[in-house]
């Protein structure tokens, strides 16, 4: 079974430049997450999708930070502009269909620095 | 607000003893219980979970405590092994808000031969 695919892996780009990363979840997984973990940190949560509508995206700072799933498979996630403190590693998460699911699967990350 | 907290930023064992990682927690609200392990240049990788309803859940090497009276977890790996070096994060879900996940800062464990 093929794991949650993230790219790219790294990206490095100045403060105000915009910045797109792409997310493919497992096959089947109806609830995809992304997370940001700063360094030093855990990773935590931005945004929940559940097929393609957004369940939580409560700490996703809405006037830098976008994100989509169309068609309710792979996900972007937009930041624009960027600032210095974006810099972190950006999760992409997925979990099987079903409420309450107890694991997630994460993929590699992209490690984002904005210089 | 540091609802997930893992004191210890780091730990070093050597091979074959017990490593003991511990995890507290502030919201009584938190139901489900799950240790996640990160090797460098990956994501974290789910490693064994626990129940509110249960005190120990048990899987090979790597056992996990709950004493929800003290809001405390700990994860015991025993034996220890060179390949068990990684970060191990704590996560906790909140009961009500589906699948949501709050994560403790991590401790970094080093197996030393």
């Known amino acids: 079974e093929a794991g949650v695919a993230q790219s790219p892996r790294y990206k490095i780009i100045e403060k105000r430049q915009s910045v797109a990363f792409w997310c493919n979840p497992i096959s089947g997984h109806a609830t995809l997450y992304w997370y940001q973990q700063i360094l030093g940190q855990g990773p935590k949560l931005l945004i929940q999708?559940?097929?393609?509508?957004?369940?939580?995206d409560s700490q996703l700072p809405k006037d830098r930070f976008s994100a989509e799933r169309l068609k309710g498979v792979d996900s972007t996630l937009k930041i624009q502009p960027a600032k210095l403190e974006d810099s972190a590693v950006y999760l992409c998460a997925s979990s099987p269909p079903g409420p309450y699911t107890d694991t997630q699967y994460f993929g590699p990350g992209t490690r984002l620095t904005v210089l | 607000d540091q609802q997930v907290k893992q004191n210890s930023p780091s730990l070093s064992v050597q091979e074959g003893r017990i490593s003991i990682l511990n995890c507290d927690y502030t919201n009584s609200m938190f139901d489900y219980f799950l240790w996640y392990k990160k090797y460098p240049a990956e994501g974290p990788t789910f490693l064994i979970s626990i129940s509110s309803i249960k005190d120990k859940n048990e899987d090979g090497r790597f056992t996990v405590f709950l004493n929800k009276s003290a809001k405390h977890l700990s994860l015991h790996i025993v034996p220890s092994q060179p390949g068990d070096s990684a970060v191990y994060f704590c996560?906790?879900?909140?009961?009500?808000?589906?699948?949501?996940?709050?994560f403790g800062t991590g401790t970094r464990l080093q197996v030393t031969l």
């Open positions: 999708f559940q097929n393609n509508g957004v369940v939580d």
């Open positions: 996560a906790a879900r909140n009961t009500g808000t589906a699948s949501k996940l709050t």
